[in-house]
Nanobody, 122 residues
Framework: QVQLVESGGGLVQAGGSLRLSCAAS????????MGWYRQPPGKQRDLVAAIGSGGSTNYANSVKGRFTISRDNAKNIVYLQMNSLKPEDTAVYYC????????????????WGQGTQVTVSS
């Protein structure tokens, strides 16, 4: 299946910034709605931001104006730039890609990365 590898997480003070990266093992240039999700301790996993194949974006209300999702189709990487971080942003962040055609092969199921921990101290 398509491998998604997240990186860029870590420990940061409130008000700081981090940039997460999600590198895919196959071509994703035509894949719509690649996204970042997060799961705080003891809570459900929720959408943070998603980006379409043409660059359209949508964000959770809680991160609008602070986070920016982008993609580099030549490198098959999706980024999440996180600014003005708050303690409530603390979570494991996951990259997700939907069912679709990847490098000429169809995958009928969604795929997830292993997650990267983001911890924001107050």
């Amino acid at each position: 299946q398509v491998q998604l590898v997240e990186s860029g997480g870590g420990l940061v003070q409130a008000g700081g910034s981090l940039r997460l990266s999600c590198a895919a093992s196959e071509n994703t240039f035509n894949i719509d709605s690649m996204g970042w999700y997060r799961q705080p301790p003891g809570k459900q996993r929720d959408l943070v931001a998603a980006i379409g194949s043409g660059g359209s974006t949508n964000y959770a209300n809680s991160v609008k104006g602070r986070f920016t999702i982008s993609r580099d189709n030549a490198k098959n990487i999706v980024y999440l730039q996180m600014n003005s971080l708050k303690p409530e942003d603390t979570a494991v962040y996951y990259c997700r890609t939907p069912p679709g055609w990847y490098s000429g092969r169809y995958y009928p199921y969604e795929m997830w990365g292993q997650g990267t921990q983001v911890t924001v101290s107050s």
